[in-house]
């Protein structure tokens, strides 16, 4: 973790555990209410570690009703670039661990467009890790990845391998006790700077918009209902329709 995030930040509960930890800190995890919110590195790309952080986290809160992880990459993103690229560099290892910890909702950013997913599950089979293009990879390094898409078999056999996904469902609005997790992209606050959208609009995506203003997202939580709203900075108007899950 750099001296600069330190003198800034305390963060709770740091994973230090962490056997390949970055300049961009560890993992750490805390509660708010009822709902236990777990932040990856995912500039780390060792799966293992992020899936013994969320097992941490729950065993240390188990009965909280709302489990939420909060990361930088976007495993289910639609920006142009890196949603087809090393947005999905953890997609395969990831979306099981999530399923399988029984995750509600992945926050994710990076790709710099407004996003948010059906509700997606694991397909359940055994996909490729691509662990000999993180080697000594973090951040926003992809050296080794970049280089490999070059090549037109590698990128069709990487993009088959990370369509390891279901959709669960397909529902909009307010669902009840749904399968699957939800995942959503946040587009940029300050304005700072965008992305274009990939052109062809991935099947799992339900909604996703790049205005080029910033936006902010709003998330209410209550003991039976998770609902977020995203709105246009200046006007504050919402680009998007209201998004609930409500458990029993």
Same mark, same amino acid.
């Not at 609009?201 to 080029?212: E, G, H, K, L, V």
């Given at each position: 973790?750099?001296?600069g995030?330190?003198?800034?930040?305390n963060v709770?509960?740091?994973?230090?555990?962490?056997s390949n930890?970055t &300049?961009? @800190?560890?993992?750490y995890?805390?509660?708010?209410?009822?709902?236990?919110f777990?932040?990856i590195?995912?500039n780390?790309?060792?799966a293992a =570690?992020?899936?013994?952080?969320?097992?941490?986290?729950i065993?240390?809160?188990?009965d909280?009703? !709302?489990?939420?992880?909060?990361m930088h990459q976007?495993?289910?993103?639609? /920006?142009? %670039?890196y *949603?087809d690229?090393?947005?999905?560099?953890?997609?395969t290892q990831l $979306?099981?661990?999530y399923?399988a910890?029984?995750? %509600?909702?992945?926050l994710?950013g990076? %790709?710099? $467009?407004?996003?948010r997913t059906?509700?997606? *599950?694991?397909? /359940?089979k055994?996909?490729?890790s691509? =662990?000999?293009?993180k &080697?000594?990879?973090q951040g926003q390094?992809?050296k080794?990845?970049? #280089?490999?898409l070059? #090549?037109?078999e590698?990128? #069709?056999?990487?993009? *088959?391998? #990370?369509?390891?996904?279901?959709?669960a469902d397909?529902k909009? /609005?307010v669902?009840h006790?749904?399968? @699957?997790?939800?995942?959503?992209s946040?587009n940029?606050?300050? /304005?700072?700077?965008?992305?274009?959208?990939?052109?062809?609009?991935q099947?799992y995506?339900?909604?996703r918009?790049q *205005? !080029?203003r910033?936006?902010y997202?709003?998330v209410?939580i209550?003991?039976?209902e998770?609902?977020?709203?995203?709105? =246009?900075?200046?006007t @504050? $108007?919402?680009?998007?329709?209201?998004?609930s899950?409500? &458990? =029993?």
């Amino acid at each position: 973790m750099t001296s600069g995030y330190q003198n800034h930040f305390n963060v709770p509960n740091p994973f230090t555990e962490e056997s390949n930890p970055t &300049k961009a @800190g560890h993992g750490y995890y805390y509660t708010y209410g009822n709902a236990l919110f777990i932040v990856i590195n995912a500039n780390n790309y060792n799966a293992a =570690d992020h899936e013994a952080l969320i097992k941490k986290a729950i065993k240390a809160h188990p009965d909280t009703k !709302w489990r939420i992880v909060v990361m930088h990459q976007d495993i289910y993103g639609t /920006g142009l %670039d890196y *949603s087809d690229s090393d947005g999905i560099l953890l997609r395969t290892q990831l $979306t099981p661990i999530y399923d399988a910890n029984k995750i %509600d909702v992945v926050l994710q950013g990076h %790709d710099h $467009t407004y996003a948010r997913t059906y509700q997606l *599950s694991s397909d /359940g089979k055994q996909h490729a890790s691509f =662990d000999d293009l993180k &080697k000594g990879q973090q951040g926003q390094s992809h050296k080794l990845l970049n #280089n490999a898409l070059k #090549n037109k078999e590698f990128k #069709n056999n990487y993009e *088959s391998q #990370n369509l390891c996904y279901t959709i669960a469902d397909m529902k909009q /609005g307010v669902l009840h006790n749904p399968k @699957g997790v939800f995942y959503m992209s946040s587009n940029s606050a300050t /304005g700072s700077k965008y992305y274009n959208l990939i052109p062809q609009q991935q099947d799992y995506i339900a909604a996703r918009s790049q *205005s !080029w203003r910033p936006t902010y997202s709003v998330v209410h939580i209550t003991d039976s209902e998770f609902t977020i709203n995203t709105y =246009d900075v200046e006007t @504050g $108007t919402a680009i998007d329709d209201s998004y609930s899950i409500v &458990k =029993d």
